[in-house]
């Protein structure tokens, strides 16, 4: 909220013809908010799906514990619980006005219960009341004495790529990115749909040899490969 006042007078021969002052008052809303949602849960990530009324900033934090102390939003923004503590997780994310955006967390506690706190902003306004969502990871998978299978058919069919890097992507797809040895070792990326491997991008989008390739995925889902 602003208040801004006004006044003025006018002389004329020495008398004073005119004079007042008025407040003017002017009321900024703040972002609605959308409860978050999640999707993709496994063992170990979660992704949310965080949406607000007005473009901005968006602001979360990742509590442990189906009730923790829920932070303000002036306390999620800064990463922060209800307590002042730190926030086992936080990040932030630019939001388009009505529109959902995806964040991924990974390298969660297998079988815990979480508290995810969500605020957001305009740009000059912050929601000070948190939208919330609960949700537990799933228990890790025991696999003593399970036996491999082969996943897909062959990556290339007659060459043998170097250097294989394997991610996966928020929705659980696999992605392997790799030097491929029959196109002057340059790197490209496939992902595993219907037990097939099928192209992501351009071939061979490296200009020259590309060796040692790490793929990892952005919280929003953009894969990427340093080499």
């Known amino acids: 909220m602003q208040a801004t006042s006004f006044s003025f007078a006018a002389r004329s021969g020495g008398l004073a013809v005119a004079a007042f002052a008025f407040l003017a008052v002017i009321a900024f809303a703040q972002p609605t908010l959308t ?37 303000t939003g002036a306390q999620t923004k800064a990463g922060k619980d209800g307590n002042g503590a730190a926030a086992a997780r936080f990040g932030s994310l630019k939001l388009a006005a009505n529109t959902a955006a995806g964040y991924t967390l990974g390298n969660l506690k297998a079988g815990t219960a979480y508290t995810i706190c969500f605020t957001a902003d305009d740009g000059a306004t912050l929601q000070p009341t948190v939208a919330t969502v609960g ?9 003593e004495g399970a036996p491999w299978a082969v996943a897909g058919d062959r990556l290339t069919p007659g060459s043998n790529p170097g250097y294989t890097s394997v991610a996966f992507a928020p929705d659980g797809t696999p992605y392997v990115a790799f030097q491929n040895d ?46």
Request: glycine share 10%; aromatic share 10%.
């Open 35 to 71: 409860a978050p949602a999640t999707s993709n849960l496994g063992a170990g990530q979660v992704t949310l799906a965080l949406k607000s009324s007005a473009a901005g900033t968006g602001y979360f934090t990742l509590l442990e514990g189906s009730a923790p102390k829920l932070g």
């Open 135 to 143: 949700f537990a990871t799933n228990a890790s998978v025991n696999l």
């Open 182 to 227: 029959s196109s002057d070792y340059r790197a490209t990326v496939k992902q595993l749909v219907g037990g097939k491997w099928t192209q992501v991008g351009n071939a061979d989008f490296s200009v020259s040899t590309a060796s040692f390739l790490v793929l990892a995925f952005a919280p929003n889902g953009i894969p990427h490969v340093a080499y």
